[in-house]
């Protein structure tokens, strides 16, 4: 699956920072600990193309992870893999009700050219960031900049925003010098100067992204190994062979069929987390009645999902919103299981769709959970077209409306349940086209308490309103899988997947 | 134009190097022939009796019993969707030989077609095609059908017309030649003056001519087609899963080669046998050509 | 060179230049049939309508198709395939990043094609429709009918993986495990147009049996079978040149199939992404290029061809 961890466009979100905090179990891949050794070539294959260092084109993992690499954003995900971590920010802090974040900036920072990381940098950043058309939304609540000194700014909220922090971490948020250095936007994301652990060499969307160590991080001793090289591969065979082989060091995104191959050790597994769902285009006439959409829920049959398409790594979806969470509580009425009883009974009294068209990531797992689809709402008499589709093609199409249902994968940023809900309401409910003002309020709600019991109640409160309209439908919870040769250490990955190459050394 | 004739299509090529043979030729063109026909004969049998073969649906699911080695019940195991692979392979033959005759047959009516037109009309509608023609020959076949497949989007439909485009002029410059080897060897001029009308003499006197090669071109395109078809699909451009076509089938038996190698192995074999059945065929006929 | 020759290749030369134009006009018409709409794709999935259609005018993409061709055929006769929609990295420089390890494998692979051709096919010739001759023919038929992309994968599955001698994916560092990471690729696409190139020689060779000048060798008393084989081999070179051509342009597309097989990073795995990622630009670009390829692999054989071979006739 490709996961399209994102950089939610919340209009305005509220809540969440004490979550952000708290450090949950640690999602650690290292292999052993010990004393880092510095050197060696780590040798990574990516499950998608590298779509280029501009942040605002970024829709997939493999992109935020290099790009984050060169173009480092302010903030650091901790190595717990889930809080957050000082990072070209030393530190921040939110004044007035939540309306002022201070940032102050760590002395050392300096970008690979020598040159050191301004307050004037972070802005002209944030400005960039946020005349982005994709993720601009991210940072609207940002009325103002306020550079009080070189390494201190302050910025001024239009409403208390404690999620921006969040975004502010994301791996497409990445600091960038004052006028891109003096050059064109063009000239400077082909060949980009950032403040990351890592410089660029040479880059290709669909061959190899070669980064070498840049000596002047501020990070003490990072990054560990002198050179990162990143080649595509989307074959599970040829994954599982260079993993085991030694050619590839570190694999990411792959698949439970390939992680079921690797040999004990090699394949390393997250908290069940990301969550494959079941867009359905509500603005399309065969699949507007709610009734239909929840006979589709009905008919699918979630079990041959997690053990066959998933090979097991994954369970039957518990709601509409990923697990291990901070306040996540299941809907009050057991989401979607497979009955077909039920489902006939709901379309009965419905204008039922004849035929539908089904989009598809073109990997192995999402292809044989299109296939346990198209079966499976065949029982209910809705005949299934299938198209296979390229990761990135298959978000466009679901992104731009034109699809009547797709398959893709849904997950947090951060540890708290509000925000993979506030991505699904920031995305007109998963894309669905279906959004009404009850999920805001439900959510603006969950931000306005510190009761944990109320929080949890808001959440069954969303989860119920999303099984009962099923503008898209939950498949499964699984984790984010990552092959691991034993030589790697400390690779510290989140639970959607994403990584810091500089934490990583090779033993020799 | 050069006098070299070089072609894009590996059709040209396979078609084109006509193997002179002695008087033997014939006995070894005819086992030839007879073996074709028997292996492409067996695959036609295999796919009118595919129901009465397997009690199984080849689309047929059982998710939780995917990846089963051979037993009883499946003889060939089950592949990613727990579906019985000896009935995809069967059932396969349906696919992959309607689509391979298709693909193969439209651009030869079609070539036909313009040629005929072209040696009769000549002036400017001939100019037209044969530069047009000159333009698809310069494009590599694959590349060229790539991109139209790519166009059209996924599916028969556009594999039809990215065949047809690019298999049409072999055949049209074929019947082209004739027809105006027939022109000016005064056959027709005669024919006309004794009253006969034109359609009445392409059928009589050209297409006779050209039947034989145009019968070689058209089992060699089908050895093309059928490869090309799996190809195609193992590059994810063609036919996809659930249909039981043999190159989705490799292509999405391949995350799977190392603990069930047969899903992998099996289609393409079975392509493979059918490919060398009409490659014997092409080679017979043309071996008893160069026999006369 | 005698005039006339000099003549024809000038005239092949010229003849280029329609081609080309041609090849760029249908690059771009059959992209233009292509479905999505490329300044979303430029814009961003997310990104408003007013900003697409920004993106629209700012690529000329609202003007006239002649207009757009002849800015197209101006903008690659400078030098400029344009720049990917995804990634904005130019569309050149990305080519001619994978154009070696396309080449390589290809010319690797005619050449390996190349030096099993002439023995097989002065032994199927030497005693035509004797036991050699028919078991080669046979191979050969066997060989037409087989499926390139199956072949690779059972080459990695049965030699790659077993042995360990190659590299299964990739093409490592350093010139070494760049050719040693070759050496599958390009058997595979030697396979793959092997067969048509044995049957050709063959046959070329057995014409040339009859030929008058063999036979006039013959009677110059030239018994010795083995000369007569070079005088052979050596007339039947300008054909082998010809079908070699038309292979090697068939080795180009052997490639794209291989190249996705072996994940090698050339051109034709570029192709194939390309096309999946709907990034036109690249596309067309490739397209462009291979067809150029293409069209240079025929304009040099024909050239040899009329250099080499005395029996030619230039025609117009």
Redesign the interface.
């Known amino acids: 699956m490709a996961h399209h961890t994102r950089l939610a466009a919340t209009a305005v979100a509220a809540a969440l920072t004490a979550s952000l905090l708290a450090a949950c179990a640690g999602s650690d891949a290292s292999n052993g600990s010990g004393e880092p050794v510095a050197g060696g070539t780590l040798n990574v294959l990516r499950a998608n193309p590298f779509e280029g260092f501009e942040g605002d084109k970024q829709t997939l993992n493999s992109s935020y992870q290099i790009s984050q690499a060169v173009i480092e954003p302010l903030i650091r995900i901790g190595e717990d893999g889930e809080s957050l971590a000082p990072g070209l920010a030393s530190s921040w802090r939110y004044t007035k009700g939540g309306t002022r974040l201070a940032i102050e900036l760590d002395p050392d920072a300096n970008f690979s050219d020598g040159s050191p990381v301004t307050a004037d940098d972070v802005a002209f950043s944030i400005e960039t960031w946020k005349a982005g058309p994709n993720y601009g939304a991210s940072f609207g609540s940002i009325e103002e900049i306020e550079v009080v000194d070189e390494k201190s700014l302050v910025l001024h909220l239009s409403v208390p925003d404690t999620a921006l922090v969040a975004f502010l971490a994301w791996g497409n948020a990445g600091v960038m010098p004052e006028d891109f250095g003096g050059r064109s936007a063009e000239e400077y994301y082909q060949d980009p100067i950032g403040a990351g652990a890592f410089t660029v060499d040479s880059w290709s969307a669909n061959g190899e992204v070669v980064l070498e160590k840049n000596d002047d991080y501020y990070l003490e001793d990072r990054p560990y190994v002198d050179e990162v090289v990143s080649t595509f591969a989307s074959d599970p065979n040829s994954v599982t062979l260079q993993l085991q082989s030694g050619e590839a060091d570190m694999a990411d995104e792959i698949l439970p069929v390939t992680a079921a191959t690797l040999p004990e050790g090699f394949a390393f597994q997250g908290p069940e987390h990301l969550t494959p769902v079941l867009v359905m285009n509500t603005k399309e006439a065969a699949l507007a009645d709610a009734d239909v959409r929840r006979a589709i829920g009905y008919a699918i049959d979630y079990e041959a999902i997690a053990d066959g398409a998933l090979k097991a790594y994954g369970s039957a979806p518990e709601g509409s919103l990923p697990t291990n969470l901070e306040n996540w509580a299941p809907p009050s009425e057991p989401y979607f299981s497979r009955d077909l009883d039920r489902a006939e009974e709901l379309l009965a009294g419905a204008e039922a769709p004849d035929e539908l068209d089904l989009i598809y990531p073109n990997d192995a797992s999402s292809s044989v959970m299109a296939q346990v689809i198209q079966e499976n709402l065949g029982e209910i008499g809705i005949e299934v077209e299938l198209t296979s589709a390229d990761a990135g093609t298959a978000y466009g199409a679901m992104s731009s409306g034109d699809f009547d249902l797709v398959i893709f994968s849904n997950n947090a940023i951060t540890t708290d349940a509000s925000d993979p809900a506030w991505y699904i309401v920031a995305t007109n409910t998963m894309f669905s086209g279906y959004l009404t003002d009850e999920a805001i309020s439900i959510l603006t709600d969950y931000a306005s308490t510190s009761d944990p019991a109320a929080k949890e109640a808001a959440i069954t409160e969303l989860q119920d309103l999303w099984s009962t309209e099923a503008p898209y439908i939950a498949l499964a919870h699984t984790p984010a899988l990552e092959g691991i040769r034993d030589v790697v250490h400390d690779a510290h990955v989140t639970p959607w997947g994403v990584y810091y190459f500089d934490t990583i050394w090779k033993s020799q | 134009m050069s006098i070299i004739s070089s072609t894009a299509s590996p059709l040209g090529a396979i078609a084109g190097a006509t193997e002179p043979t002695r008087p033997r030729g014939r006995w070894s063109g005819r086992i030839k022939l007879v073996v074709g026909l028997l292996i492409v004969g067996t695959y036609v049998v295999l796919a009118l009796l595919a129901p009465w073969l397997t009690s199984h649906d080849p689309t047929d699911q059982d998710i939780l019993n995917a990846l089963q080695p051979p037993s009883p019940e499946h003889p060939l195991g089950t592949d990613e969707a727990g579906r019985d692979e000896l009935a995809r392979l069967l059932y396969g033959a349906r696919i992959d030989l309607p689509i391979a005759f298709l693909v193969t047959v439209l651009p030869c009516l079609l070539g036909t077609a313009l040629g005929v037109v072209c040696g009769y009309l000549g002036g400017w509608f001939d100019a037209m095609v044969m530069r047009v023609s000159d333009l698809l020959q310069a494009f590599p076949t694959y590349i060229l059908m790539i991109v139209l497949v790519f166009s059209l989007g996924h599916g028969v439909r556009s594999l039809l017309i990215a065949f047809t485009v690019v298999g049409w002029v072999v055949y049209a410059r074929l019947v082209r030649t004739e027809v105006l080897r027939i022109r000016e060897a005064g056959y027709i001029t005669a024919a006309v003056t004794a009253g006969f009308r034109t359609p009445r003499i392409i059928v009589r006197h050209v297409l006779p001519n050209t039947l034989r090669q145009t019968l070689i071109y058209l089992t060699s395109d089908l050895v093309f087609a059928v490869t090309a078809l799996a190809a195609f699909s193992f590059l994810g451009f063609g036919i996809q899963q659930p249909t039981p076509e043999w190159g989705a089938m490799t292509a999405a038996a391949q995350p799977y080669m190392t603990t069930n190698m047969s899903l992998t192995v099996l289609p393409g074999l079975v392509i493979t046998v059918l490919a060398l059945g009409f490659a014997l065929l092409g080679d017979g006929l043309q071996d008893r050509r160069g026999a006369r | 060179m005698s005039s006339g020759r000099f003549a024809f290749v000038l005239r092949?030369l010229l003849?280029l230049a329609?081609?080309l134009l041609?090849?760029l006009l249908?690059?771009m018409l059959?992209?233009s049939?292509?479905?999505?709409d490329p300044a979303?794709?430029v814009?961003?999935?997310?990104?408003?309508q007013s900003?697409v259609d920004a993106v629209a005018t700012e690529l000329g993409l609202d003007r006239p198709v002649w207009e757009r061709y002849v800015r197209y055929v101006g903008q690659v006769l400078g030098g400029d395939l344009g720049t990917?929609f995804?990634?904005?990295?130019a569309v050149g420089g990305?080519v001619v990043?994978?154009l070696p390890i396309t080449l390589s494998v290809a010319a690797l692979g005619v050449l390996f094609a190349l030096l099993v051709t002439v023995p097989l096919a002065v032994a199927a010739a030497r005693r035509?429709?004797g036991l050699m001759d028919?078991l080669i023919?046979l191979l050969a038929?066997?060989g037409?009918?087989?499926?390139?992309?199956?072949v690779a994968?059972?080459a990695?599955?049965m030699v790659a993986?077993p042995t360990?001698w190659f590299?299964?994916?990739?093409t490592?560092e350093g010139t070494g495990d760049f050719l040693r990471a070759l050496v599958l690729p390009s058997s595979v696409v030697a396979v793959s147009?092997l067969?048509?190139m044995v049957?050709?020689l063959?046959?070329t060779m057995?014409?040339l049996e009859d030929a008058e000048f063999v036979l006039a060798a013959r009677t110059l008393g030239f018994g010795g079978l083995s000369l007569l084989r070079q005088f052979q081999l050596r007339n039947a070179v300008p054909s082998l040149i010809?079908?070699t051509?038309?292979?090697a342009?068939?080795a180009?597309?052997g490639t794209?199939?291989v190249e996705?097989a072996f994940?090698l990073?050339g051109l034709g795995?570029?192709?194939?992404?390309?096309?999946?990622?709907?990034?036109f630009p690249l596309?067309q670009g490739?397209?462009i290029v291979?067809?150029v390829?293409?069209?240079l692999l025929?304009l040099v054989?024909?050239i040899v061809?009329a250099v080499v071979d005395p029996r030619?006739?230039?025609?117009?």
């Open positions: 092949r003849s329609p081609l041609g090849i249908l690059a059959l992209l049939l292509a479905p999505g979303r794709q814009a961003g999935p997310r990104a408003p900003e990917s995804k990634t904005g990295q990305q990043e994978q035509p429709d028919h023919r038929v066997f037409i009918g087989l499926p390139t992309f199956w994968i059972m990695i599955r993986l360990g590299p299964v994916a990739g490592g147009i067969a048509p049957r050709s063959r046959a057995m014409e010809t079908v051509a038309a292979q342009g068939y180009l597309f794209v199939v996705v994940g990073p795995q570029g192709l194939v992404v390309a096309s999946s990622t709907q990034d596309v490739y397209v291979f067809a390829l293409v069209v025929y054989s024909d061809n030619v006739r230039i025609t117009a």
